[in-house]
């Protein structure tokens, strides 16, 4: 772990990915960057994880023998009772960024359990003064958002929302087919979004690959209607995120709140086409069928 965050390159990487600026939302630069992030962070989890165990182990040992005092980081002794409100799991949510700080005194303390076993003792008084005092919690205040009525709200969308929201459709429609064309056939299914991964089915990322779109067949039916049901659920994710961290402001939250309800009348008419599509499908398959029956029940009889 000392190593990985001694060598630099988690800075070096976090600069070149700040000198991308807005380009680093391209597709292709996030299909490049995906595996990296994905592969990098599997092993720094592991690593951290590790060096944890092996510092709440020793703490573990040293409680037992009545010792307190682990050992010094950048002058702060380090205790059991800190060490056991270590917590891995958020600290690996963080950012690195923000954590990066956060991660070396981990590893800096874990090379001094290394290199000198803790020995030191303290009182009682000292073990009770380290204690992490009780956070005092502070009464947020209270939000006021409008009433919010779906039924009505969906009614007054107007087409103006529409439209607007079927330009960002089609956005996120472009920046999905150019992942998927240009990304690792290993990670395409797997698309970085701005909060999240939207995970494709095999159906669905063929389907962005598809070269046959302006056809007027049956597949490219399909193929359309795998392509706005995708979008449709990338819109409503996000807008959902961006809701939540709107929660403190009511401007916000009305704007994203309209959004969403806009959405689900986009995605109501979108199931509604798929519904029939799959139909015309269903019925498309029962007559070559009944008619792969008529050809076989024909040569039967002249046989």
């Known amino acids: 772990l000392n190593a990985l ?36 962070g599997s092993k720094f989890d592991e690593l951290f994880r590790a060096a944890t165990k092996e510092i709440k182990d020793f703490a573990g040992e040293l409680e037992d023998q009545g010792g307190t005092i682990l050992g010094s980081v950048d002058g702060v002794d380090v205790t059991v009772d800190h060490v056991k ?55 947020s205040a209270v939000v006021v958002r409008p009433p919010f009525n779906l039924k009505a709200m969906r009614k007054e969308v107007t087409p103006q ?24 056939p290993k990670f395409r299914q797997v698309v970085p979004m701005r909060f999240f991964n939207l995970t494709l089915t095999p159906a669905e990322a063929d389907a962005y690959c598809a070269d046959y779109l302006e056809e007027k067949s049956l597949r490219a039916g399909v193929a359309r209607v795998l ?19 709107a929660n403190n402001s009511p401007s916000l939250w009305k704007l994203h709140a309209d959004s969403l309800v806009t959405l689900l009348e986009i995605g109501s008419k979108a199931t509604e086409n798929s519904d029939r599509v799959c139909t015309l499908a269903s019925q498309r398959g029962h007559r070559q069928q009944r008619l792969q029956q008529h050809c076989r ?3 039967d009889g002249i046989g």
């Not at 459709?169 to 999905?176: G, M, Q």
């Not at 392509?227 to 961290?245: C, S």
């Open 161 to 184: 929302q529409v439209a607007s929201e079927e330009t960002k459709l089609l956005k996120v429609e472009e920046s999905v087919r150019i992942f998927v064309r240009v990304a690792d």
């Open 227 to 245: 392509l706005r049901l995708v979008a449709v659920t990338a819109r409503l994710i996000t807008e959902l995120e961006e809701l939540k961290r």
């Open 5 to 40: 965050l001694e060598s630099g390159i988690i800075q070096t990487v976090r600069q070149l990915k700040g000198t991308l600026e807005d380009s680093f939302f391209h597709p292709g630069v996030l299909a490049t960057i995906a595996p990296y992030n994905a592969t990098f």
């Open 85 to 139: 409100a270590m917590d891995e799991d958020n600290l690996l949510k963080l950012d690195y960024g923000h954590a990066l700080d956060k991660f070396r005194r981990v590893s800096k303390l874990k090379q001094t359990l290394e290199q000198k076993p803790p020995m030191k003792r303290g009182s009682k008084q000292a073990k009770l003064a380290s204690a992490p005092k009780p956070a005092v919690k502070i009464p």
């Open 297 to 299: 029940t024909h040569a």
